[in-house]
């Protein structure tokens, strides 16, 4: 499959060598990359490695990946059988939810590969120039993917073959290559843009908050997209009848498809629309070479020795001025060893992108599944029905015991990291009671991320069914951060970023969790049954807090016993 691929880049040589990029050298670093690839455990971009200090090594089945990836084709490719009535519409479809999961498997998995430095320390001291650097990881990167788009695509191809006649199958394999090289092109050139006029700094963050964006766009569309536009309708679309339909590039690749399958329909704007599709890739090719790879190599080392953290003039400069979110720890947290919690916490958390790309989806996640579940209503009734059934009912206090599932995938991931061998820190220290480091820890994740969420929350409830969910919010804050206290003292067993990233728990705590699931949901149903009785939500808040109090006070004594340990 290498040697194919090779001489199919071959083919591109005449291109490429208008462009300023050495052909032979490009051959050699990809024949070695490739060569490279393959000494490697076979743990493709979708094998996530299963980080345990038993099986440090182990990763999934290459094969089952394959297999889920044939099934995702499969689902993908129900968007087609709306072509009997209109071919155009379907295969747009289908290459619109095609591109987007090429896009985030691009940003997701290669990310790290178009900007990977290491490489630089053999290939610049040798006459190797920027175009032909380039060159070689978008079309390494290129060839990956091609292959997770053929598996992906062989559901598709089945199926057009039934659909338009076994003619259409080979027409649809070309259309499959033609929205991988799109999707490749258009995520690579955004991110040569970005590296060119962004600091190396900026650069990161801004592919972290593309991949956080991108998730949360795939989980909204998946839940909520079905419940919300009537997919049988969109085959009375007229799709060309809109201006933006033309600026599109699943369009233009359906375009080829109606040129040359259906030339009846067809028409000038069509065949323009195909040409475009075909000629796109090309294009993005040159401008990556010509334009945007100057300079390449240079961009990579200023990256490779940006790690963020370093005490620029402008960092000290501004942790000299006044910081309300110290001023806040500072008050919520009197005894030092506590304070140095809260700010290792909440420092770490904004620096750590692991972190964050774990955690702040589930910000989006808690509205999307609320309106998921409000709106899967009965057969019959409209989205505006459901919406205002929704208002006059009391399902605000589901929303807010939702929020529960930020508070446990912040736990959960507030002690793991992949530096975790800085965590000797910990140990070295004359800290007695560890305790008040996890209390400054907890206290930081309350009042930075829990907190302003449920204010939020609590203000749209208000905004939306009115003053009567005030003790309601209130009653149901204070029961989720109890149950926050019992997940931190159950399962949360590491100090702020001190444990190794490992992708499976042990059965006694999955059997925690699923035993406090059972906690909080029992909770909010007794919730809702006792809250026709105004007073007693609002006497309920004293003994409340009370557990909350004695339940902290337990927590902060947490000796080193009930540390785990990890060797550093």
Not at 58 to 73: A, D, E, R
Request: aromatic share 14%; net charge positive.
């Amino acid at each position: 499959m290498d040697k194919i691929f090779l001489r199919f880049v071959a083919l591109l040589n005449p291109i490429l060598k208008k462009t300023g990029v050495d052909t032979d050298q490009l051959q050699i670093i990809l024949k070695t990359k490739l060569l490279i690839d393959e000494r490697r455990p076979k743990a493709t971009f979708a094998a996530k490695r299963n980080a345990t200090p038993k099986n440090p090594g182990k990763v999934q089945n290459p094969i089952f990946i394959s297999i889920m990836t044939i099934v995702l084709g499969f689902i993908l490719s129900i968007f087609l059988f709306l072509g009997k009535a209109t071919p155009y519409v379907a295969q747009t479809l289908y290459f619109i939810a095609f591109m987007v999961m090429m896009s985030i498997t691009l940003i997701s998995d290669f990310t790290s590969v178009l900007v990977d430095p290491r490489d630089q320390f053999i290939l610049l001291p040798r006459p190797v120039n920027d175009r032909t650097v380039a060159v070689a990881r978008i079309l390494h990167i290129s060839i990956y993917i091609t292959r997770l788009a053929l598996l992906q695509g062989i559901g598709g191809i089945i199926v057009i073959g039934f659909i338009d006649g076994p003619w259409a199958a080979p027409l649809f394999f070309i259309q499959i290559l033609e929205a991988t090289f799109l999707s490749i092109f258009t995520v690579n050139i955004i991110y040569l843009v970005l590296m060119r006029f962004v600091s190396p700094q900026k650069f990161k963050d801004i592919i972290s908050y593309f991949q956080i964006g991108f998730s949360v766009l795939i989980f909204a569309t998946y839940y909520l997209l079905p419940k919300l536009i009537n997919v049988s309708a969109l085959a009375d679309i007229s799709l060309l009848s809109h201006w933006w339909a033309y600026v599109i590039p699943p369009v233009w690749i359906a375009a080829l498809n109606e040129l040359l399958l259906h030339p009846g329909r067809a028409d000038v704007i069509t065949a323009v629309l195909a040409v475009i599709g075909l000629v796109m890739p090309v294009i993005g090719l040159w401008l990556v070479a010509k334009v945007l790879a100057p300079g390449f190599n240079r961009r990579l080392s200023i990256i490779a020795t940006s790690d963020g953290n370093s005490n620029s003039a402008a960092n000290i400069k501004k942790a000299g001025k006044f910081s309300l979110i110290d001023k806040i720890g500072s008050i919520i947290t009197s005894d030092p060893v506590e304070n140095a919690g809260f700010n290792i916490t909440r420092k770490l958390a904004a620096r750590t992108r692991e972190f964050k790309l774990k955690v702040y989806p589930s910000f989006a996640y808690v509205p999307i599944y609320f309106l998921y579940f409000t709106l899967n209503g009965s057969n019959g009734t409209s989205v505006s029905q459901r919406i205002g059934k929704m208002q006059t009912g009391h399902s605000y206090v589901f929303l807010i015991y939702l929020c529960t599932f930020i508070l446990m995938t912040v736990l959960s991931n507030v002690s793991m990291s992949s530096k975790y061998k800085s965590a000797w820190v910990y140990y070295a220290l004359p800290v007695d009671q560890p305790g008040k480091i996890l209390s400054g820890m907890y206290k930081a994740i309350i009042t930075l991320y829990f907190l302003p969420y449920c204010l939020v929350i609590g203000i749209t409830s208000v905004f939306i069914w009115g003053p009567q969910t005030i003790n309601d919010s209130i009653v149901a804050f204070l029961f989720c951060t109890i149950y926050g206290m019992i997940v931190a003292i159950f399962t949360v067993k590491g100090l702020p970023f001190s444990k190794p990233v490992i992708a499976k728990q042990g059965g006694g705590k999955f059997i925690t969790s699923m035993l406090m699931l059972a906690f909080i949901a029992a909770v909010g149903f007794g919730h809702y049954y006792i809250m026709q009785w105004e007073m007693v939500i609002w006497i309920a808040i004293i003994p409340l807090l009370f557990i909350n109090w004695i339940m902290f006070y337990y927590y902060k004594r947490q000796t080193w016993d009930n540390i785990e340990f990890v060797d550093v």
